[in-house]
């Protein structure tokens, strides 16, 4: 019997086996787990279906969160306890510090992991062996947003995702306690990300500075002596970022590093203006049990709908859809004393003011002579306005509405 023989009678003899045994498997277990596996592809397909009408329906509040995970080398079981969480929580974005992993390595975990997120990540420092790498994870349904990813070093990247009449920039960092030089780095790119930044961009910078904003709040044992804050904290006060715990938190003390000597709030989500605007919640989430790291998880959680527009602006400035803006700077004396008069008149013609005196015993009636009376003063402030207050007319964009906004 030559080679190619043998090859085949054993493969005939193996299939022999498989058959006998699947024939005295019982139907019912087999009619279970065909049940079963039907059961899970629907939940799996409902679930979709789900994510995706909910979105449509316009959820734009973004949960944002943080996490110094120290090493996820050989802890492949950190990263999926984390994304298990990050599901569970609705977190869309979620920024990683101190993996100490290569690209490659992030890339693989994550395929083992698979909890619909996508992960982005640069490698650690080739001469350290902790204390580098960082990833910037983000769930499926808010990937299809991202247009670009810059890998900036072993201690920053940057994800830019698109919206329309929004970019929206996500930088996550990672300081050396004692390495000045790198600190020094880190600070001048993100000094360089926010100069560079559009009309309509709005950012996020996340992550572990290993520096305390507020020597007081921010530390269990304040320093008595030498306490230096670093620069870039209050230079992004002075371009109108926000610290998202503080600011939901003005007063509270609560950290995110701790060992047996001492606590301090280290880890950081930052936002621009825009977003601050919309910000609903923020807070420190203990994670010991999930992923065994001396780092609270920071949590952030944002509304956005009044950044992101239903159409793009060209399609704005294609349909011309314009309004009208009032140019308040503009007004002379003059101008306020012939809309005064005016708003008066109007108001007289439309026997308004004596109608306000006029009581109504009937419920209905009262509400619907409020109501009536509220129309007639709008229309009497428009039609005076629009005659004697400058103005002009612009494309109905995003970034016009917010600068309208930021003028008042």
């Known amino acids: 019997m030559n080679i190619d023989e043998e090859i085949e009678d054993f493969l005939q ?38 994510l995706k009408e909910k979105w449509k329906e316009g959820k734009k509040e973004i949960k944002i969160a943080c996490h110094n995970i120290n090493g996820l ?152 002596v030498n306490f230096k804050r670093l620069p870039i904290f209050n230079w992004m006060k002075k371009q109108d970022f926000s610290d998202t715990y503080r600011s939901m938190h003005p007063t509270s003390q609560k950290f995110t590093w701790s060992n047996e000597e001492a606590a301090t709030r280290i880890d950081y989500i930052w936002v621009s203006e825009g977003l601050a605007l919309g910000l609903q919640q923020a807070e420190i989430e203990e994670v010991e049990e999930i992923t065994e790291s001396d780092h609270k998880i920071v949590v952030a959680e944002v509304w956005m709908k009044h950044l992101i527009a239903k159409n793009s602006e060209a ?25 005064a008069q005016e708003l008066q008149k109007w108001l007289e013609d439309k026997e308004v003011l004596r109608d306000i005196h006029r009581k109504e015993q009937d419920e209905r009636r009262k509400v619907n002579k409020i109501n009536n009376m509220w129309d007639i003063i709008e229309e009497a402030i428009i039609t005076a306005a ?3 207050i400058p103005k002009k007319r612009i494309c109905n964009t995003i970034v016009n509405r917010r600068g309208s906004l930021k003028e008042r």
């Open 13 to 50: 003899s193996e299939r022999r086996v498989f058959e006998e045994e699947r024939s005295y498997t019982s139907p019912g277990l087999n009619k279970e787990k065909s049940r079963k596996g039907k059961e899970k592809v629907e939940h799996t397909e409902t679930e979709q279906i789900q």
């Open 73 to 224: 080398k050989t802890k492949g079981w950190k990263l999926e306890n984390l994304l298990s969480w990050a599901k569970e929580e609705e977190i869309a974005i979620l920024g990683v510090t101190e993996t100490n992993l290569t690209e490659r390595e992030g890339s693989f975990l994550m395929r083992n992991a698979n909890r619909k997120y996508i992960g982005y990540w640069t490698s650690a420092a080739e001469d350290k062996k902790k204390g580098s790498g960082i990833g910037i994870l983000v769930e499926e349904q808010w990937e299809q947003h991202v247009g670009a990813v810059k890998k900036i070093n072993e201690y920053m990247i940057k994800v830019i995702l698109y919206f329309k009449q929004l970019e929206l920039i996500i930088v996550e960092v990672y300081i050396p306690p004692n390495n000045k030089a790198v600190g020094k780095k880190v600070q001048q790119r993100i000094v360089e990300i926010v100069a560079k930044r559009k009309k309509h961009t709005q950012i996020v910078i996340m992550g572990d500075f290993n520096h305390t904003a507020n020597n007081i709040l921010d530390r269990q044992h304040p320093q008595a």
């Open 315 to 339: 399609k704005v400035k294609r349909k011309k859809q314009t309004r009208v803006i009032y140019l308040y700077d503009q007004v002379k004396a003059e101008d306020w004393e012939n809309y």
């Open 386 to 388: 629009s005659k004697h």
